[in-house]
């Protein structure tokens, strides 16, 4: 054997100090981030099948087409009623002449309607019968080639003003591009607005709710919070097309339709048919969080539009509406029932607060009109709720003028975190992985690690940016969030949705299609972390100090306290097996064996939709003798050691 070898194969000797705990770990540190980007919200989160159900896009009759069968004739008029009803201004007036055959409408659903063979789906209608005494409905559910696989009838509609009417059916067959038709018989006219069908089955079983599958993936990250709406979407491309959360909650039908601004954003990846319907609205996302156990942290838009695009600022003497949308939002979360919006979530159907404990000022702003802006939501805020923690921007760079010019203004103001953002090669995960060892712990502001990803080359299929190599660069990066905890208190990837045939962005934590969903490499590696987050952060060492990429290995490590559990994270981003030799100090293994969850795969592989398990983790046990324990970490590894102690 030569030297060179020899001294390869040497064991790497690690250190940890399960007797000296540094900091705890913040319940919150690992959660989610939520923007209705990719089709995250209609089309994807939110159940509903139907696409402009209500014929409030810019061309009302997008994902819609008339119907006519045999003989039957008639039309179909868009009637805008914007004094009487403005935060649902359209309807649909059908003139039906259908003795023979049907006259009616189609709708192609989001890319399709995804239905699952055997389930129950749930149709609902708002309609108004001018002359609708002779006319009877029938809503069928066709499948990719336009076969029938679900019908229910509706013989019955009242001439005594708006009315909801409700029918459900059981699907024959699947289909991943299914369509919807409302099909009339008979002579007369009658008004059609909010054509809804969802799922019965949604998350929780909620009539109106969520997608099951998706919810459920979000549920097993085990997220501490769940940051929400955005994101850029809530800065609007101009502060007209912002995200306003009064007009998101209240009956789905008196929530206030926008256009989407991923709609138009990329050129080359353009939705013209991306709308917000609002179906999923704050109440929504209390509502998901609370779900969840995770807390709540709403981003609120401060006056700005997006800096990239219009640079719209409200005139600070006209700021006050803004403001007042944060402390209205505070009484919406934790007021009482008698307060006029405490009352709001009252009449919901949670009458019980939602504990918001803190709240996002503004998105990725950054320069003195941001700060202007911020000074004045702190004082307003802290001066009628002094415990509500506020995030602050540090800009869209992670470094830089912007950066700095924040960071110094920000640290001697109120803000609880400075929301941090890295979109950035592997390679600077990698280099970074030590970012925060030396960041000043004597005052201001902690970190909230608010956005990132590692940004790889673009391949052919959806999913391709989400390789293992730019998961194991993240997880990494994650070693050193975790060893500064009291420094880095929130951390979350971005984004986290995308529909493989509607996405503006990637790469995305978790890819879906009508029916389908799959973890990317990212996700399996914020899962990891998340669900063995530990209580408290004890040191990892080789050679006295940190590891933080010598010879290519990142480490960190918790203890569960109540459980006696020591939960190490190892990364070996090198192309080649590592021999570990570790040995814990102030404690020793118990008879219980610790078993190492594995996540490994060639650096370039990634998860489809048709194989999503190419990467996924595995069970590897181990066996430790007192206070050792040695194993082999495989080339591009994440390695969670999980050791019962006493």
């Keep these: 054997m030569s030297a060179k070898t020899a001294k390869e194969a040497a ?16 319940p919150a540190m690992w959660g989610i981030f939520f923007e209705d980007i990719n089709f995250a919200a209609d089309g994807g989160l939110y159940a509903e099948l139907v696409k402009n159900r209500s014929f409030e896009f810019n061309a009302p009759m997008m994902g819609w087409k008339e119907v006519k069968q045999d ?3 008639g039309h179909i008029l868009i009637v805008n009623r914007a004094t009487e009803n403005s935060a649902n201004p359209r309807y649909a007036q059908l003139s039906v002449n259908a ?65 909801q009417y409700n029918v459900s059916f059981t ?12 099909l009339f018989t008979g002579k007369g006219e009658i008004d059609l607005d909010m054509i809804s069908l969802f799922p019965a089955h949604t998350w929780k079983d909620r009539p109106g709710g969520l997608r099951a599958d998706l919810a459920q993936k979000l549920a097993d990250l085990k997220p501490g919070f769940i940051r929400f709406p955005g994101g850029c979407i809530v800065e609007g491309r101009e502060l007209a097309s912002r995200y306003q959360w009064k007009r998101t909650v209240g009956k789905p039908e008196d929530r206030t339709l926008i256009i989407n601004r991923w709609n138009t954003e990329f050129a080359h990846r353009a939705a013209p048919d991306y709308f917000q319907s609002f179906g999923l609205g704050f109440f929504e996302y209390f509502q998901l969080a609370e779900d969840m156990g995770a807390a709540p942290l709403p981003i609120l838009n401060c006056g700005m539009a997006c800096q990239f695009n219009s640079s719209e600022v409200a005139a600070m003497n006209e700021l006050d509406p803004y403001v007042q949308d944060a402390l209205d939002l505070i009484e919406f979360a934790n007021g009482s029932v008698n307060t006029k919006w405490g009352g709001l979530r009252a009449a919901m159907g949670h009458p019980a607060p939602f504990h918001l404990s803190m709240m996002g000022v503004g998105n990725e702003q950054w320069d003195e009109q941001y700060i202007q802006r911020y000074k004045v939501f702190e004082q307003a805020i802290h001066a009628k709720y002094p415990d509500i923690k506020l995030v602050s921007s540090a800009g869209p760079f992670s470094k830089g003028p912007m950066f700095d010019y924040l960071w110094k203004e920000l640290k001697t103001s109120q803000a609880g975190f400075i929301d941090e953002h890295y979109y950035m090669p ?16 004597t005052q201001g502001p902690k970190i909230f690690a608010g956005e990132y990803a590692a940004h790889t080359k673009e391949g052919k299929e959806a999913e391709s940016r989400n390789t293992w190599g730019s998961a194991l660069a993240e997880a990494a990066f994650m070693t050193g969030l975790e060893r500064n905890a009291d420094v880095v208190q929130m951390a979350s990837y971005a984004p986290l949705l995308a529909h493989v045939e509607a996405w503006q962005w990637r790469p995305d934590l978790i890819w879906f299609d009508n029916l389908r969903s799959a973890g990317t490499p990212n996700y399996y590696v914020q899962q990891l972390f998340s669900v063995n987050k530990g209580t408290q952060v004890v040191p990892v060492l080789h050679n006295g100090a940190a590891l933080a990429g010598t010879d290519s290995l990142y480490a960190s490590a918790t203890i ?3 459980a006696k559990k020591l939960l190490l994270k190892i990364v070996n981003a090198s192309g080649r097996p590592v021999q570990l030799a570790i040995t814990l100090q102030g404690g020793a293994a118990t008879g219980e064996a610790p078993v190492n969850q594995l996540l490994t795969a060639a650096t370039a592989d990634f998860n489809t939709l048709d194989a999503p398990q190419q990467v996924k983790p595995t069970t590897q046990p181990l066996t430790a003798t007192g206070n050792k324990l040695a194993f082999t970490a495989a080339p591009a590894s994440l390695n969670v050691v999980t050791v019962p102690y006493r």
């Design 171 to 182: 699907a024959a067959d699947t289909a991943v591009k299914g369509r919807l038709q409302l």
């Design 11 to 26: 064991p790497v000797n690690i250190t940890v100090q399960i007797n000296k705990p540094i900091t705890a770990v913040p």
């Design 71 to 73: 003989s039957a004739t």
């Design 99 to 163: 003795a023979q055959g049907a006259y009616g409408l189609s709708n192609e659903g989001f890319r399709g309607m995804g239905i699952h063979k055997g389930e129950q789906y749930n149709f609902s209608i708002w309609a108004n019968g001018r002359d609708a005494a002779n006319l009877k409905a029938k809503v069928v559910l066709l499948n990719n080639s336009g076969k029938q696989i679900g019908e229910a009838a509706l013989d019955q509609f009242s001439n005594n003003g708006w009315q």
């Design 560 to 562: 569960d306290g109540p």
């Design 426 to 441: 592997p390679e600077w995960f990698l280099a970074n992985a030590g970012r925060y060892d030396h960041y000043d712990r």
